[in-house]
Every structure is written in structure tokens, then in C-alpha cells.
């Protein structure tokens, strides 16, 4: 069953259930450029050799290079392409040269990029609300942990060894916390890792994700943080982007959603977990924020 008495970022990567589906290297070289649309997958990327130019739908466009990694949680479409793309007409679509390893770009040309790209899935009826969390891109540089995890998750998807499955999923739960907590704060927008960072919040969003069936108020994670209740309340909106109580039932939620589609609980022992005196109190509140209540939503996604 679900253990949620743990820290902040190690309980929503837990809950996500990062599950791996495709790992490849890349290689091009000349001119080629790459594109997809409506994806909505999670997304990374690490930088071999070389240098590519990267554009994500809906932002602007970055050059990456040699060393640098980059996470997307939840990528809508992107294109990928050397420099210089090539003209319209240029077939774009890459060649297989071999097990997870594809070519991009005239066959003739030497390579004078490589890249070790993975695509994987979040196996949780509760993703919108855990992504919603987290920044929409981690881009970092020289973080030489993050390409060798990349690579060892290269090499376990080529194998066939007894264990793969279990090793690629916490070596792709150590991918993410890895890669997330390797971002600047201060370049960080609203959300659980900015929170984090501040000294003034980092104990009360660790005690609504160790706590979420315990008694929470404002005023009394305030006096915890030394903080006057109006101050506690602006700095967390301001910092998480979301108000302090609003935060707790969403991660409540989470939870809630992740242990309906386990199974094994009645309404009373989940209301329980997740700070509902009672399953009547837990079901108006779950219909109201999911839109159907805890019996048909264990009906449509538990197991």
C-alpha cells in the first residue's frame, strides 16, 4: 500500500509511478530536424556531443549542448533540428541504425551530434494535479550525475537481466528527483521546488505531505514558521503558487485518487488517511474537486 510519510519531492515522483517507454541515442549529423505534436508525455534529454536547437510548443526556443540535460514532465509537441534545419522538402524521418539507436540527417554527413532521449508515462489516475506541482522545463548544464543515470537507463533497457523492470523504475524515480532538485530557486517559477527552497516554508510543505490525514489549519503552520498568519499565507501563495489550504487538498486529493485505484480501503479508512472526519465528508469533497465521487472514479480507473 501507499506510503506517504515521506518528504515533499520524493512522495509526488512516488506517486507519479514514472514508468519507462521508450530510450534511445540519437544521432546526427548535417543538416535535420525532428517534430512532434500532441504528445503529452513526460520528456528528457541528454546531451552527448555536439549541439542541437530545441523548440518547445509554447516556449522559446534554446540551444542545447554538450553536458546539458533537460526535463520536461509534460511535453505537448516539440521540435528538435541542427542549426541550420534543412528545406520542407528534405525527408525527416530518422533511420534505425540498430537497437534503440536512430540516425537523423544525410547518411553522408559525419555525426556531430549524439544524444541519449527517453519518453516515459506516469502511471497515475492523479498526473495533472502531481505535474501541476513541478516546473514546466528543467534545463541544466554540466550535471554530470544526470547523463550517467541517462546512460545506465540506456544500457537496462538493451538487457534482458532478471529485475529490469524493478531497475528502471527507481533508477527513472532517482532520474527525476535528480533532475529537479538540480535547478536554481531563484530561476524556478511558483510551485513545490520553489517552496522548498525557502527556509519560511520548507517544514510546512513537509509536514502536509508526511501529515495528509492530520489536522492542518494556517495559523497554526504560521506559528510553526515564526511567521504572522497573514505573512505565512502571502509568502506560501506567492512562493507555491497556490494558498497553503488549497495546496493540502490537492495533495490530499492526489493521494485519495492513488489509493482508490489501489484498492483494499473502504471510503471511511481512506477519509481517514487523507484529513476527513468522515466518508460522507470525504465523498462531497472529492466530488467536488474531481467531478465524480469515490466510488465511480474507483470504479472507472482502480485495477
Known amino acids: 500500500m501507499l506510503d506517504t510519510a515521506s518528504e515533499p519531492l520524493s512522495s509526488v515522483v512516488t506517486l507519479l509511478r514514472p514508468a519507462l517507454s521508450i530510450s534511445k541515442m540519437v544521432e546526427a ?3 535535420w530536424l525532428v517534430e512532434r505534436r500532441d504528445m503529452a508525455s513526460p520528456f528528457y534529454c541528454a546531451m552527448v556531443e555536439g549541439q542541437c536547437w530545441l523548440h518547445v510548443t509554447g516556449r ?20 528538435m533540428s541542427s542549426a541550420v534545419p534543412p528545406p ?12 534503440g539507436r536512430f540516425r537523423l540527417g544525410v547518411s553522408e554527413a559525419p555525426v556531430d551530434m549524439r544524444a541519449l532521449v527517453g519518453h516515459c508515462r506516469f ?23 544526470l547523463t550517467a543515470l541517462v546512460s545506465v537507463i540506456h544500457e537496462e533497457t538493451r538487457a534482458d537481466r532478471p529485475g529490469r523492470g524493478m531497475i528502471l523504475k527507481r533508477l527513472l524515480e532517482v532520474l ?40 492542518l489549519s ?27 489550504m488549497e495546496y493540502a487538498t490537492h495533495w490530499r ?9 489501489q484498492g483494499g480501503l473502504t471510503n471511511a479508512e481512506i477519509a481517514l488517511k487523507v484529513g476527513y472526519g468522515s466518508a460522507s465528508a470525504f465523498g ?20
Open 253 to 261: 486529493m492526489a493521494v485519495a485518487k492513488t489509493l482508490l485505484r
Open 29 to 31: 549529423g548535417g543538416q
Open 284 to 303: 462531497l469533497a472529492f466530488a467536488r474537486h474531481e467531478g465524480l465521487p469515490p466510488g465511480a472514479f474507483a470504479k472507472k480507473y482502480g485495477r
Open 123 to 145: 502511471d497515475t489516475s492523479a498526473s495533472d494535479l502531481l505535474v501541476s506541482l513541478l516546473p514546466a522545463m528543467i534545463h541544466v548544464s554540466e550535471q554530470g550525475r
Open 60 to 79: 522559446d526556443p534554446v540551444t542545447l549542448k554538450a553536458g546539458d540535460f533537460v526535463l520536461i514532465p509534460n511535453l505537448q509537441g516539440f521540435t
Open 218 to 244: 494556517v495559523s497554526e503552520m504560521a506559528k510553526a514558521a515564526g511567521m504572522s498568519r497573514s505573512g505565512f499565507f502571502e509568502r506560501f501563495r506567492r512562493q507555491v503558487g497556490r494558498a497553503p
Open 176 to 215: 527525476l528527483i535528480e533532475a529537479l532538485r538540480s535547478g536554481q530557486a531563484a530561476t524556478l517559477p511558483p510551485g513545490l521546488l520553489r517552496g522548498l527552497s525557502d527556509p519560511h516554508l520548507f517544514s510546512s510543505l513537509q509536514r502536509i505531505h508526511a501529515e495528509a490525514g492530520g489536522a
Open 88 to 99: 520542407p522538402h528534405v525527408p525527416r524521418l530518422p533511420l534505425e541504425t540498430g537497437p
